[in-house]
Nanobody, 120 residues
Framework: QVQLVESGGGLVQPGGSLRLSCAASGSIFSINIMGWYCQAPGKQRGLVATITSSGVTNYADSVAGRFTISRDNAKNTVYLQMNSLKLEDTVVYYC??????????????WGQGTQVTVSS
């Protein structure tokens, strides 16, 4: 099994910053893509940002230039630095890791989600 544990969410004022972290643990053989997705109530989960094991990044247009994704492969951890936060960034953020395990091969694993609230 693989567990993804997120941290760093919370309440922040517009224009402020937050840093999300997500650490993967368990019977991991290899991790390819790690990323962050978000989901607002009543809407589908959507891409925020992803990063490959070699550091290639991809961002949603809505966050490009404001958010930065990074990872520490040695720690199986992915980060999301969120700057210039806007009211519309208020959603639940989910960590995802495309992970290979000895038992299940390659599959996507998800964290439990962390709430980010941008409010004055």
């Amino acid at each position: 099994q693989v567990q993804l544990v997120e941290s760093g969410g919370g309440l922040v004022q517009p224009g402020g910053s937050l840093r999300l972290s997500c650490a993967a643990s368990g019977s991991i053989f290899s991790i390819n893509i790690m990323g962050w997705y978000c989901q607002a109530p009543g809407k589908q989960r959507g891409l925020v940002a992803t990063i490959t094991s070699s550091g290639v990044t991809n961002y949603a247009d809505s966050v490009a230039g404001r958010f930065t994704i990074s990872r520490d492969n040695a720690k199986n951890t992915v980060y999301l630095q969120m700057n210039s936060l806007k009211l519309e960034d208020t959603v639940v953020y989910y960590c995802m890791a495309t992970t290979e395990t000895y038992r299940n091969g390659w599959r996507d694993y998800w964290g439990q989600g962390t709430q980010v609230t941008v409010s004055s």
